[in-house]
């Protein structure tokens, strides 16, 4: 098996290492189950990696 590629955008992978099960487990409580909240927390990210001319996230839980 090949060795993974590093990651073309290595911001969001920090971003999302970092925050990834804070916003999980942050969605859980409001939606009131864990396959909601990780539907939504995947589609955030997936927004965050189409999105064009973003500016650096400051505050990534704010």
Avoid: I
């Avoid at 290595?10 to 396959?35: I, T």
């Avoid at 965050?48 to 505050?59: F, H, K, N, S, Y």
Wanted: charged fraction near 20%; proline fraction near 10%.
């Amino acid at each position: 098996m090949p060795a993974p590629s590093p990651c073309v955008f290595p911001d969001v992978e920090s971003l999302y290492l970092a925050h990834h099960g804070w916003l999980q487990h942050w969605l859980r409580k409001k939606v009131g189950n864990a396959f909601d909240a990780a539907d939504l927390a995947v589609s955030t990210f997936l927004k965050v990696l189409t999105a064009r001319g973003l500016d650096p996230v400051q505050e990534p839980r704010a």
